[in-house]
């Protein structure tokens, strides 16, 4: 079990620059989440997969954000004509359901900073 | 959504019993109640899980009164290294769909 990796750990990008965070869940973890955390805040939902399949999207969420998971492995969170409010912390969880009762496991998270 | 509040802070000492409470009135009953510890710049990490009554495991004891609409985490003799944010979080845990609402989280400072 080597557990859940993000890749990159830093992005430093410009605004107005696309940016793609990718994460590798625990393997045949059939959920995946992706989420954003900003500092002295709890992560803050953006949206989860199910297999291959986006089950839930957060409202709050732009549609400069958009996520994948082709093949129900890994996933991918592209974020479109980046602003300075979008840097913050992306964490990644995969959990198995069944049969956990969704015991979340996290990535150490993509540190995005926009200048 | 099963919102959760809990204290913004505590603070203990080395040695001593940490109990960290969190409320959770509108809890459904397929709820399940998962807290995570987090370190700074780190993902959080699972801690222990229940529906009711007690779970005990090597690191954490959970206690869920029976109206489930709060639980208690219990950190027993605490040292330097538990110093973390820890956060409840309540959600469906028989395999529907639900939104993840994490709140602000516990920050535990413990002293020398």
């Known amino acids: 079990d080597t557990g859940v990796s993000q890749d990159p750990r830093h992005k430093i990008t410009k605004r107005g620059q696309n940016v793609t965070f990718r994460c590798d869940p625990i393997s045949e973890h059939n959920r995946l989440y992706w989420y954003r955390q900003t500092l002295g805040q709890g992560p803050e939902f953006l949206t989860y997969?199910?297999?291959?399949?986006?089950?839930?999207k957060s409202r709050l969420l732009s549609d400069r954000f958009s996520a994948e998971r082709p093949k129900g492995s890994f996933s991918t969170l592209e974020i479109q004509r980046t602003e300075q409010g979008d840097s913050a912390m992306y964490l990644c969880?995969?959990?198995?359901?069944?049969?956990?009762?969704?015991?979340?496991?996290f990535g150490p998270g993509t540190r995005l900073t926009v200048l | 959504l099963a919102k959760t509040t809990q204290p913004i802070s505590m603070d203990s000492y080395e040695g001593q019993e940490v109990n960290i409470t969190c409320s959770h009135n509108?809890?459904?009953?397929?709820?399940?109640i998962t807290w995570y510890q987090q370190f700074p710049s780190q993902g959080p990490r699972f801690i222990i899980q229940?529906?009711?009554t007690k779970v005990t495991n090597e690191v954490a004891s959970l206690f869920i009164p029976a109206d489930r609409k709060s639980s208690t985490l219990s950190l027993p003799r605490v040292s330097l290294s538990d110093t973390a944010v820890y956060y409840c979080l309540v959600g469906d845990g028989s395999g529907g769909s639900y939104i993840p609402t994490f709140g602000r989280g516990t920050s535990l400072i413990v002293h020398p």
């Open positions: 969880a995969s959990s198995l359901v069944p049969p956990s009762s969704d015991t979340q496991y």
């Open positions: 997969f199910q297999n291959e399949a986006q089950l839930e």
């Open positions: 229940g529906y009711k």
């Open positions: 509108n809890i459904a009953t397929n709820d399940y």
